[in-house]
């Protein structure tokens, strides 16, 4: 993971100056230019392969809840009966009800991630998507992207285990409904997951400039736009001359605006321009060639 826990971070949101993307919204932006557009044919997947899993859940949970009722009706009952003949009786009987608690969970966690520690991803037990495996892919590797969810308290990042992602019900790790995460467990601890996971913004960047393919029907590994062209007429703009180095997120919020302005200005009849989310990336590159320039210029 790019960040550290002790840096300055913001949660994703509208902006540039943010770190911390939910992974749902990094998939989104892979699948398709607009998040909105990705978002929807990401949930309209997720939404086809949900009911045996959501089924199955739920009734994990009825049975742990009714065991847990019984667990409470038992210990009173050894409570009141504790110097009686039937202490045994209700004392077993809770030794019973707690196993009848943990059993649906233990099945969970053994049908998710095996019954030792997974090696390699686990075989899906629906059909899979290209998009979601490529995101997949990075998040799997040892020296991959660091995944990982902000502490309630501490407001620390905690990373997440890579065989996290190695789980046969992975795919709902993208889902941005919190009940659908809810199906996956946490990995090794079988607790349940935090209500959102991230990815650092750095590490979702070089996963776009990886050019990712998009859903059919969409503009593939082609690039659509002149980002090049863009960044090479920029150069000459005398305006770089009054940017303050020193202050990043001031720097790339204007060289965004500056591409944002050349996109528009070379916009064929259709008025096609790229989202301002697309021409961060790039605004950054640009600050960190001049900053990096600045500093060799100053020895």
Known sequence: MTGSPGERWKVFADGDDVDDIPLWKVLAKITADDLDEGSKLNAAFLKGIKPRFSWSYNLAIAISSVFGLLAVVFLIGLAIAIRSKSADFFYYGTLLMLAGIITPHLWRRAYQYGLGVPDAPLSLPHPSDPLFDEVLGHLQKVDGPRAYYISRFGKKRIPLN????FGRLRYFLFSEQGNDRGIVMRFPTAMPLPADLYLHREDME???AMGAPKRSGGPGRNVKYAYVEAAFDLRADPRLATLDLNDEVAAV????????EWFDSAANVSGDIPK???LTPYARKIYAHLKKSASS???
Do not use: A, V
């Open 162 to 165: 890579r065989r996290q992602f």
């Open 297 to 299: 210029d100053s020895r």
């Open 206 to 208: 070089r996963m776009l």
């Open 276 to 278: 301002r989310d697309r």
């Open 253 to 260: 919020r204007s060289l965004t605006d500056w591409l944002d």
